[in-house]
């Protein structure tokens, strides 16, 4: 058992390989980081258009984001302008009266939402003479004409408006209160 791997595999009758034979200098590897193997001399081709491709898509990627950023700073400008005209148009004409007490529900984003109203505007509010905007997280009840230039401001501003000639889809009132 003391007789070696390499004696074992003689007795079994593998044959050892020669070892190749020095001829001449071995090329040389580029080590990483270093540009012309030795240093000395000049890089080739291929590693200049390497780097020119690398430069380029450096450049491009630097332009693209900066491209993304004057875009987002373009819209939150023009967000913050509109919130600021819709502010001066809703400043003193909202609708909404403290006391009231009917809640009318209405759809916006995928929830039931609900604003109160008095007895005399739930029917003008499902007439179609008085909607609701939404501005800064809350739900304002004004008049048609107000609510449509909202909604010329911001479309997502106006969340209802009824059309008294619209047929329903289901059979429940609108003056239905729940």
């Not at 450049?59 to 004057?70: F, G, I, T």
């Not at 809640?103 to 609701?132: C, D, M, S, W």
């Not at 909202?150 to 239905?176: F, Q, Y």
Request: aromatic share 4%; proline share 7%; net charge positive.
């Amino acid at each position: 058992m003391s007789d070696s791997l390499r004696d074992q595999l003689l007795k079994a009758g593998f044959k050892p390989q020669p070892k190749p034979e020095n001829r001449g200098p071995k090329p040389q590897r580029r080590q990483a980081g270093k540009r012309g193997g030795s240093g000395r001399g000049k890089p080739s081709v291929a590693e200049m258009d390497l780097a020119k491709a690398y430069a380029l898509r450096d450049r491009s990627e630097r332009e693209d984001r900066e491209r993304a950023q004057r875009e987002a700073e373009q819209r939150a400008r023009e967000k913050k302008e509109r919130r600021q005209r819709l502010a001066a148009l809703l400043d003193g004409k909202s609708l909404n009266v403290a006391d009231a007490d009917i809640p009318r529900h209405f759809p916006h984003q995928n929830k039931i939402r609900r604003i109160y109203v008095t007895a005399e505007q739930l029917p003008r509010l499902n007439g179609g003479e008085l909607a609701v905007v939404q501005f800064a997280g809350r739900y304002l009840l004004v008049e048609r004409t107000v609510a449509s230039a909202a909604a010329e401001i911001d479309a997502d501003a106006l969340v209802l408006l009824c059309d008294p000639h619209e047929v329903p889809d289901d059979d429940v009132p609108p003056d239905l209160v729940w």
